[in-house]
């Protein structure tokens, strides 16, 4: 709005008040005449749609001490017939310059508006959806393979009873005059603005006199739902997953937040995890470590595998089953690393005994230990 608009505008006249109206008769006369112009209540009736953004501009100006001031301040200066072309004596006027200030930098008539002038015609600002932060706990095979699960999760989004609008039934928020709208306000700083959300109205560019009484006038209530979330195979414990758009819903068409679901795997008795790569302890017989052979293999999900087990295993021999891990991004998998363990019998007896003790005859002179003995010697 221009400053000459903004004198020649008769706000009280709009209402239909008194000039020493007080801030409750301003309020009762607006709360009325919203209600009977409302868009809502004259569908397709240009002239009440006109009416009421009269009703409502004059309303955030009046119900303001600060504004109402400001604005008595410039109608007394002016003359309540508002500005004319020429100036008081009759000669010519240049309005923009009485309200820009002095050349030489001075304050000028301007200074009493605060600003005013610039404030007004803009459209409230679409605000993103908060982000919403989870848990699920997975069976190993599911943290594996992937797996679509049931998530329950309360977030903020529109209340209900009020349609978001924070006012209760059958009264209607009012523009923020301080704002006037945009949520935002620049505070400038020399030659720089700097934007940040409006204090009066905490950036929602709307203010409720007579609050919802489910969401207190903030126009958000928490709201419960159920979503089946698609968790992607070869997924880890601990990990922190982001589901783009599926947090709390915008305000005012604004984007919604993110949901970050952070996963939980359960333990296999089997089964472990390394990577992309699973792994699991096969135990051998000493005749199979010591002569070598074929064993046989279990995996997560399929068929066992036969790997070949070479003459002299030692304990702790790792084998690989490849493409028999977790699945990868790339939808290809990781290997089965197969740990051999030597079980050594507890209990020996007849031909087996027998069998033991002449092989430990027959490879008495065979110390293992001699290499041991002569390194920490030679140390």
């Known amino acids: 709005m221009s400053a000459k608009d903004y004198v020649e505008k ?13 801030t409750a008769e301003i309020k009762k006369t607006y709360r009325k005449l919203a209600r009977e112009f409302h868009p809502d209540a004259n569908k397709g009736d ?29 109608r007394a200066l002016f003359g309540n017939g508002g500005y004319r072309a020429g100036g008081p004596q009759g000669g010519s006027f240049d309005f923009g310059d009485l309200f820009g200030g002095s050349p030489q930098g001075g304050g000028g008539v301007g200074d009493i508006f605060g600003g005013l002038f610039n404030r007004g ?60 709208g945009a949520g935002t306000v620049s505070r400038g700083q020399g030659a720089f603005a700097l934007s940040e959300p409006c204090r009066d109205c905490k950036g929602r560019g709307m203010l409720v006199d007579d609050p919802c009484p489910v969401c207190h006038g903030s126009g958000r209530a928490s709201s419960a739902r159920t979503m089946q979330v698609r968790i992607p195979a070869g997924v880890q414990d601990s990990q922190r ?12 068409g604004g984007q919604p937040g993110d949901l970050y679901v952070t996963v939980h795997v359960e333990t296999h008795p089997v089964f472990g995890r390394k990577a992309d790569n699973l792994t699991v302890t096969v135990p051998v017989t000493f005749p199979e470590a010591a002569l070598g052979g074929t064993i046989e293999v279990p995996t997560l999900n399929g068929p066992s595998v036969k790997l070949k087990l070479p003459a002299g295993s ?17 939808g290809t998998r990781g290997d089965l690393l197969v740990t051999v363990e030597v079980v050594v019998p507890k209990h020996l ?31």
């Open 10 to 22: 008769d706000y009280y006249k709009v209402l239909g008040v008194p000039k020493d109206a007080t």
């Open 46 to 74: 240009v002239k009440a749609e006109d009416r009421f953004k009269d009703i409502s501009e004059a309303y955030d100006v009046l119900s303001d001490d600060k504004r109402r001031k400001e604005y008595d301040e410039a």
């Open 121 to 180: 015609g803009r459209q409230p600002q679409p605000r993103r959806g908060a982000d919403v932060e989870t848990e699920v706990t997975l069976a190993f095979e599911e943290a594996v393979d992937g797996a679509t699960v049931p998530l329950r999760m309360t977030s903020q989004a529109a209340c209900r009873p009020c349609s978001g609008t924070g006012a209760k039934a059958g009264t209607t928020p009012r523009v923020c005059p301080t704002c006037v």
């Open 241 to 252: 997953i982001r589901l783009k758009g599926k947090g709390a819903q915008g305000e005012r």
């Open 314 to 330: 030692a304990n702790g021999l790792t084998l690989r089953a490849r493409g028999k891990g977790a699945t990868r991004k790339d």
């Open 349 to 379: 007896e007849g031909e087996a005994l027998e069998a033991l003790e002449q092989y430990r005859e027959a490879t008495a002179s065979d110390d293992p230990r001699a290499a041991l003995f002569k390194a920490a010697e030679g140390a």
